[in-house]
């Protein structure tokens, strides 16, 4: 839990883009029209966001900023 406060920027971004994709399938369930092309969008979308989740931030200790 310590790694997803210190990397808040991707994490927010990560959660944003899992949060984005889960409403997307939520409403084509609710509508019962399910579109191949918005899966996949989502799909990538999910994917993407968890990557972000677990990724470090340019600027923390490790990255490419030198830390004072």
């Known amino acids: 839990m310590k790694s997803f406060l210190a990397n808040w920027k991707t994490t927010?971004?990560?959660v944003a883009?899992?949060?984005g994709a889960l409403a997307d399938l939520?409403?084509?369930a609710?509508?019962?029209a399910w579109?191949?092309?918005r899966l996949m969008a989502?799909?990538?979308a999910f994917m993407g966001g968890v990557g972000l989740v677990f990724a470090k931030d340019?600027?923390?200790t490790g990255g490419t900023?030198?830390?004072k």
């Open 12 to 14: 927010a971004s990560g």
């Open 17 to 19: 883009l899992v949060l």
């Open 26 to 28: 939520t409403t084509q």
């Open 30 to 32: 609710s509508s019962g």
């Open 35 to 37: 579109d191949g092309t």
């Open 42 to 44: 989502d799909f990538t």
């Open 58 to 60: 340019g600027n923390v």
């Open 65 to 67: 900023v030198v830390q």
